[in-house]
Protein backbone atom coordinates (compact mmCIF):
# COMPACT_ATOMS: atom_id res chain seq x y z
CA UNK A 1 0.00 0.00 0.00
CA UNK A 2 1.61 3.30 -0.82
CA UNK A 3 1.48 6.23 1.80
CA UNK A 4 0.63 9.95 1.41
CA UNK A 5 2.00 11.94 -1.51
CA UNK A 6 4.80 14.41 -0.80
CA UNK A 7 3.94 17.71 -2.84
CA UNK A 8 7.49 19.34 -3.23
CA UNK A 9 7.19 23.41 -3.56
CA UNK A 10 11.03 24.11 -3.42
CA UNK A 11 11.97 27.19 -2.39
CA UNK A 12 15.56 28.84 -2.47
CA UNK A 13 15.38 27.61 2.07
CA UNK A 14 13.92 24.54 1.27
CA UNK A 15 17.12 23.69 -1.52
CA UNK A 16 19.51 24.47 1.71
CA UNK A 17 21.72 21.81 2.79
CA UNK A 18 19.60 19.55 5.67
CA UNK A 19 21.58 19.65 8.85
CA UNK A 20 21.03 16.18 9.58
CA UNK A 21 22.64 15.16 5.90
CA UNK A 22 26.23 16.58 6.11
CA UNK A 23 28.51 16.76 9.56
CA UNK A 24 27.14 19.70 11.96
CA UNK A 25 29.26 21.32 14.38
CA UNK A 26 28.76 23.99 16.92
CA UNK A 27 27.18 24.14 20.21
CA UNK A 28 23.56 24.49 19.37
CA UNK A 29 21.36 21.65 21.25
CA UNK A 30 20.73 19.91 17.65
CA UNK A 31 24.86 19.62 16.66
CA UNK A 32 26.01 16.00 15.94
CA UNK A 33 28.91 16.24 18.60
CA UNK A 34 28.55 19.35 21.37
CA UNK A 35 31.51 21.50 21.83
CA UNK A 36 30.24 22.24 25.44
CA UNK A 37 31.40 19.87 28.66
CA UNK A 38 29.95 16.63 28.95
CA UNK A 39 29.34 17.09 32.35
CA UNK A 40 26.64 14.44 33.34
CA UNK A 41 24.19 15.39 35.72
CA UNK A 42 21.17 13.02 37.61
CA UNK A 43 17.40 14.68 37.76
CA UNK A 44 14.61 13.68 38.91
CA UNK A 45 11.54 13.37 36.86
CA UNK A 46 8.01 12.11 36.71
CA UNK A 47 7.66 9.79 33.87
CA UNK A 48 4.86 7.53 32.70
CA UNK A 49 3.55 8.26 36.46
CA UNK A 50 6.51 7.00 38.05
CA UNK A 51 9.25 8.98 39.60
CA UNK A 52 12.48 8.30 37.89
CA UNK A 53 16.05 9.51 38.18
CA UNK A 54 17.46 9.81 34.38
CA UNK A 55 21.09 12.03 33.41
CA UNK A 56 21.50 14.57 31.06
CA UNK A 57 23.87 16.94 30.18
CA UNK A 58 25.21 20.29 28.91
CA UNK A 59 24.45 20.49 24.66
CA UNK A 60 21.07 18.52 24.75
CA UNK A 61 17.96 20.17 25.00
CA UNK A 62 16.21 21.46 28.39
CA UNK A 63 18.74 19.35 30.33
CA UNK A 64 17.26 20.98 33.85
CA UNK A 65 14.25 19.70 34.07
CA UNK A 66 11.19 18.37 31.39
CA UNK A 67 10.40 21.18 28.52
CA UNK A 68 7.22 23.27 29.48
CA UNK A 69 6.27 22.08 25.54
CA UNK A 70 6.97 18.26 26.08
CA UNK A 71 5.36 18.49 29.75
CA UNK A 72 2.00 19.22 27.38
CA UNK A 73 2.65 16.56 24.75
CA UNK A 74 2.94 13.96 27.37
CA UNK A 75 -0.23 15.78 29.32
CA UNK A 76 -2.59 16.14 26.40
CA UNK A 77 -1.58 13.06 23.60
CA UNK A 78 -3.87 10.57 23.85
CA UNK A 79 -2.83 6.73 24.97
CA UNK A 80 0.08 5.66 22.90
CA UNK A 81 -0.46 2.22 20.44
CA UNK A 82 -0.27 -0.85 22.94
CA UNK A 83 1.61 -2.32 20.50
CA UNK A 84 3.41 -1.79 17.01
CA UNK A 85 6.58 0.21 16.06
CA UNK A 86 6.29 4.08 17.94
CA UNK A 87 8.88 7.05 17.32
CA UNK A 88 10.27 9.96 18.98
CA UNK A 89 11.40 12.11 16.26
CA UNK A 90 13.90 14.01 18.14
CA UNK A 91 14.49 12.68 21.15
CA UNK A 92 17.01 14.45 23.25
CA UNK A 93 17.90 12.51 26.87
CA UNK A 94 14.42 10.68 25.97
CA UNK A 95 11.81 12.22 28.14
CA UNK A 96 8.81 11.54 25.10
CA UNK A 97 10.81 8.23 24.18
CA UNK A 98 10.76 6.80 27.92
CA UNK A 99 6.76 7.74 28.24
CA UNK A 100 5.89 5.87 24.93
CA UNK A 101 8.17 2.75 26.36
CA UNK A 102 6.92 2.70 29.73
CA UNK A 103 3.75 3.04 28.73
CA UNK A 104 3.14 0.80 25.77
CA UNK A 105 5.74 -1.88 27.33
CA UNK A 106 4.71 -4.51 24.24
CA UNK A 107 5.41 -1.66 21.84
CA UNK A 108 9.11 -0.77 20.04
CA UNK A 109 10.13 2.89 20.26
CA UNK A 110 12.66 4.12 18.10
CA UNK A 111 13.83 7.65 19.70
CA UNK A 112 16.40 9.13 16.96
CA UNK A 113 18.04 11.85 17.02
CA UNK A 114 21.28 13.91 15.29
CA UNK A 115 22.69 14.75 18.60
CA UNK A 116 25.17 11.69 19.52
CA UNK A 117 25.50 12.86 23.00
CA UNK A 118 21.26 12.81 23.50
CA UNK A 119 21.28 9.39 21.98
CA UNK A 120 24.12 8.26 24.07
CA UNK A 121 22.02 9.49 27.63
CA UNK A 122 18.36 7.89 25.57
CA UNK A 123 20.42 5.12 25.53
CA UNK A 124 21.37 5.00 29.22
CA UNK A 125 17.99 6.39 30.38
CA UNK A 126 16.31 3.80 28.92
CA UNK A 127 18.61 1.45 30.45
CA UNK A 128 18.13 2.66 33.81
CA UNK A 129 14.35 2.87 33.92
CA UNK A 130 14.32 -0.81 32.91
CA UNK A 131 12.96 0.15 29.51
CA UNK A 132 14.09 -2.61 26.90
CA UNK A 133 12.20 -1.54 24.34
CA UNK A 134 13.88 1.41 22.95
CA UNK A 135 16.47 1.78 20.56
CA UNK A 136 18.18 5.00 20.41
CA UNK A 137 19.97 5.49 16.72
CA UNK A 138 20.51 8.37 13.76
CA UNK A 139 17.50 8.99 11.57
CA UNK A 140 19.62 6.78 8.69
CA UNK A 141 19.81 3.70 11.13
CA UNK A 142 15.97 3.12 11.58
CA UNK A 143 15.47 0.73 8.02
CA UNK A 144 13.82 2.00 5.62
CA UNK A 145 10.85 0.09 5.83
CA UNK A 146 9.59 0.56 9.10
CA UNK A 147 6.48 2.29 9.59
CA UNK A 148 4.58 3.73 12.52
CA UNK A 149 1.47 3.39 14.79
CA UNK A 150 2.41 6.88 16.39
CA UNK A 151 4.90 9.46 16.26
CA UNK A 152 5.27 11.58 18.88
CA UNK A 153 7.78 14.87 18.47
CA UNK A 154 8.74 18.30 20.31
CA UNK A 155 10.45 18.96 16.83
CA UNK A 156 13.86 21.17 17.10
CA UNK A 157 11.80 24.57 15.24
CA UNK A 158 14.82 26.45 15.69
CA UNK A 159 16.95 24.42 12.90
CA UNK A 160 14.59 26.29 10.59
CA UNK A 161 12.17 25.92 8.32
CA UNK A 162 14.23 24.41 6.03
CA UNK A 163 15.48 21.49 7.82
CA UNK A 164 12.11 21.35 9.97
CA UNK A 165 10.29 20.61 6.93
CA UNK A 166 12.34 18.38 5.41
CA UNK A 167 12.58 16.24 8.66
CA UNK A 168 8.60 15.76 8.67
CA UNK A 169 8.32 15.49 4.77
CA UNK A 170 10.62 12.27 5.39
CA UNK A 171 8.98 11.19 8.81
CA UNK A 172 5.16 12.15 8.64
CA UNK A 173 4.44 9.86 5.11
CA UNK A 174 5.77 6.41 7.29
CA UNK A 175 2.58 6.52 9.50
CA UNK A 176 0.97 3.60 9.12
CA UNK A 177 -2.97 3.75 7.85
CA UNK A 178 -4.63 4.50 10.92
CA UNK A 179 -1.51 5.98 12.66
CA UNK A 180 -0.94 9.27 14.24
CA UNK A 181 1.16 11.88 15.00
CA UNK A 182 1.37 14.26 17.66
CA UNK A 183 3.57 17.38 17.85
CA UNK A 184 3.39 19.98 19.80
CA UNK A 185 4.43 23.18 18.83
CA UNK A 186 5.05 26.59 20.46
CA UNK A 187 1.74 29.09 19.38
CA UNK A 188 4.89 31.99 19.22
CA UNK A 189 7.20 29.77 17.13
CA UNK A 190 4.66 28.89 14.20
CA UNK A 191 2.51 26.61 15.38
CA UNK A 192 0.23 27.83 13.09
CA UNK A 193 1.67 27.99 10.07
CA UNK A 194 3.56 24.91 10.52
CA UNK A 195 -0.30 23.42 10.74
CA UNK A 196 -0.95 25.07 7.55
CA UNK A 197 1.85 24.04 5.68
CA UNK A 198 1.51 20.29 6.49
CA UNK A 199 -1.91 20.39 4.79
CA UNK A 200 -0.63 22.05 2.04
CA UNK A 201 2.30 19.94 1.18
CA UNK A 202 1.83 16.72 2.69
CA UNK A 203 -1.16 15.60 0.23
CA UNK A 204 -3.74 12.99 1.83
CA UNK A 205 -2.18 14.02 5.53
CA UNK A 206 -4.58 15.61 7.74
CA UNK A 207 -3.55 18.06 10.46
CA UNK A 208 -5.84 19.39 13.26
CA UNK A 209 -5.31 20.87 16.49
CA UNK A 210 -5.66 18.67 19.29
CA UNK A 211 -5.27 20.77 21.94
CA UNK A 212 -3.53 23.99 23.09
CA UNK A 213 -2.26 24.76 26.72
CA UNK A 214 0.26 27.26 28.48
CA UNK A 215 1.40 28.61 24.89
CA UNK A 216 1.97 25.85 23.13
CA UNK A 217 -0.15 23.85 20.52
CA UNK A 218 -0.39 19.95 20.41
CA UNK A 219 -1.28 19.30 16.55
CA UNK A 220 -1.91 15.82 15.33
CA UNK A 221 -1.76 14.43 11.93
CA UNK A 222 -2.76 11.32 10.48
CA UNK A 223 -3.49 9.61 7.17
CA UNK A 224 -6.58 7.18 6.43
CA UNK A 225 -6.24 5.51 3.40
CA UNK A 226 -9.01 6.55 0.30
C1 LIG B 1 13.02 20.53 20.96
S1 LIG B 1 14.21 19.23 21.13
C2 LIG B 1 13.22 17.96 21.94
C3 LIG B 1 14.06 16.95 22.68
C4 LIG B 1 13.27 15.95 23.52
N1 LIG B 1 12.33 15.20 22.70
C5 LIG B 1 12.54 16.63 24.65
O1 LIG B 1 11.30 16.69 24.57
O2 LIG B 1 13.19 17.09 25.60
C6 LIG B 1 14.36 18.64 19.45
C7 LIG B 1 15.41 17.57 19.23
O3 LIG B 1 15.46 17.29 17.81
C8 LIG B 1 16.79 16.98 17.47
N2 LIG B 1 16.99 17.13 16.01
C9 LIG B 1 17.43 18.21 15.31
N3 LIG B 1 17.49 17.96 14.00
C10 LIG B 1 17.05 16.67 13.86
C11 LIG B 1 16.89 15.81 12.74
N4 LIG B 1 17.15 16.24 11.50
N5 LIG B 1 16.44 14.56 12.95
C12 LIG B 1 16.16 14.12 14.21
N6 LIG B 1 16.31 14.90 15.32
C13 LIG B 1 16.75 16.15 15.15
C14 LIG B 1 17.63 17.93 18.32
O4 LIG B 1 18.96 17.50 18.43
C15 LIG B 1 16.83 17.92 19.63
O5 LIG B 1 17.33 16.95 20.51
Same mark, same amino acid.
Given at each position: ?????? @??? +????????????????????? *?????????????? @??????????? *?????????????? *????????? +??????????????????? =?????????????????????? $???? +????????????????? %? @????????????????? #??????? %????????? =??????????????????? =??????? *??????? %??????? $??? =?? +? #??????
Amino acid at each position: MSGPRV @VRR +TTPAARAPAASVGPVSGDHYF *TAAPASADERRNLS @VELAGRRLTVV *TAGGVFSPDRVDVG *TGVLLREAP +TPPQTGRLLDLGCGWGPIA =LSLALRSPQAHVYAVDVNERAL $GLAR +TNAELAGAENVTACRPE %E @VPEGERFSAIWSNPPIR #VGKAVLH %EMLRTWLPR =LEPGGAAYLVVQKNLGADS =LQRWVVE *TLEGLRC %ERYAASR $GFR =LL +T #VSWTPA
